[in-house]
T-cell receptor, first 115, second 109 residues
């Protein structure tokens, strides 16, 4: 099956610092990747759609200047949380679409804790 | 936008029991997927099933697209089946999945 990796799997940082999370499709190319956020005991909420070679599309209420997304190649998308604050602490998960048949595969997630 | 409702929200089973999880969606879909989220947070693909019936070991799924629902069957449950089961749909194809709130399953020995 298709494999998506994320790095790091967990990170602890001080308030005000920036954190970069990488999402890679290991055995397929993905022109489209998605970034989700999940709070404890809740479902996944879409943050943004990452398109290779073009600007990301952000969901309403997601600050594009705070959550910078770069999809530089067909196998790599990065999410940078800039000037992180404790309220940004969450579980961040990426996904990539395998086409055909347009099935989505998810990375293992990154747990971010901002002190 | 499309709404996805899952039931029941919580389920406790004795090991060996069978269960059915339901997913209702409010509009036609191009893609429907079932996932199992394990205790470490990893989403594991169970089925890609926009229509029809599929089986994989003790799990099977059926989607009746015309009636806008999907069912996930778990037979002979094991403690390792515990976790949250999500149904997610893509209304148009190649677009983000919309997730239901999940069913939290606990299988006790």
């Amino acid at each position: 099956g298709a494999v998506v990796s994320q790095h790091p799997s967990w990170v602890i940082c001080k308030s005000g610092t920036s954190v970069k999370i990488e999402c890679r499709s290991l055995d397929f190319q993905a022109t489209t990747m998605f970034w989700y956020r999940q709070f404890p005991k809740q479902s996944l909420m879409l943050m943004a759609t990452s398109n290779e070679g073009s600007k990301a599309t952000y969901e309403q209420g997601v600050e594009k200047d705070k959550f910078l997304i770069n999809h530089a190649s067909l196998t790599l998308s990065t999410l940078t949380v800039t000037s992180a604050h404790p309220e940004d602490s969450s579980f961040y998960i990426c996904s990539a679409i395998l086409t055909p048949p347009n099935e989505q595969f998810f990375g293992p997630g990154t747990r971010l804790t901002v002190l | 936008g499309i709404q996805v409702e899952q039931s029941p929200p919580d389920l406790i089973l004795q090991e060996g029991a069978n269960s059915t999880l339901r997913c209702n969606f409010s509009d036609s879909v191009n893609n429907l997927q079932w996932f199992h989220q394990n205790p470490w947070g990893q989403l594991i693909n169970l089925f890609y099933i926009p229509s029809g019936t599929k089986q994989n070991g003790r799990l099977s799924a059926t989607t009746v697209a015309t009636e806008r629902y999907s069912l996930l069957y778990i037979s002979s449950s094991q403690t390792t089946d515990s976790g949250v089961y999500f149904c997610a749909v893509d209304p148009t194809g190649n677009t983000p999945l919309v997730f239901g709130k999940g069913t939290r399953l606990s299988v006790i020995a």
